[in-house]
């Protein structure tokens, strides 16, 4: 059974930093795919970035330079580094692993990021 957990949200003035962490348990992280979601009051939710079991990413447009994904398997843990936040970043952030080969399919339970202006 895979579970995820989020930590390291918080409240940030903007220009800040943060620093996300996923911690994953289960056998499958080491081939997953790995990603960060988000999701505002009102709005859908919406991908941040992805890395793949090989360390290729893919980030959101409105993240590019300033979010940075990463992923260390022999911790089971994936990480986001977010830098240079602003107001608009606001948002829970998700942590979602998928090996679609099984029809696996995890969502964490979400950490809290308050961007303050």
């Known amino acids: 059974q895979v579970q995820l957990v989020e930590s390291g949200g918080g409240l940030v003035q903007a220009g800040g930093s943060l620093r996300l962490s996923c911690a994953a348990s289960?056998?499958?992280?080491?081939?997953?795919?790995m990603g960060w979601y988000r999701q505002s009051p009102g709005k859908q939710r919406e991908l941040v970035a992805t890395i793949t079991s090989t360390g290729s990413t893919n980030y959101a447009d409105s993240v590019k330079g300033r979010f940075t994904v990463s992923r260390d398997n022999a911790k089971k843990t994936l990480y986001l580094q977010m830098n240079s936040l602003k107001p608009e970043d606001t948002a829970v952030y998700y942590c979602?692993?998928?090996?679609?080969?099984?029809?696996?399919?995890?969502w964490g339970q979400g950490t809290q990021v308050t961007v303050s202006s």
């Open positions: 289960g056998s499958t992280f080491s081939i997953a795919i």
């Open positions: 979602r692993l998928y090996v679609t080969l099984y029809a696996i399919d995890v």
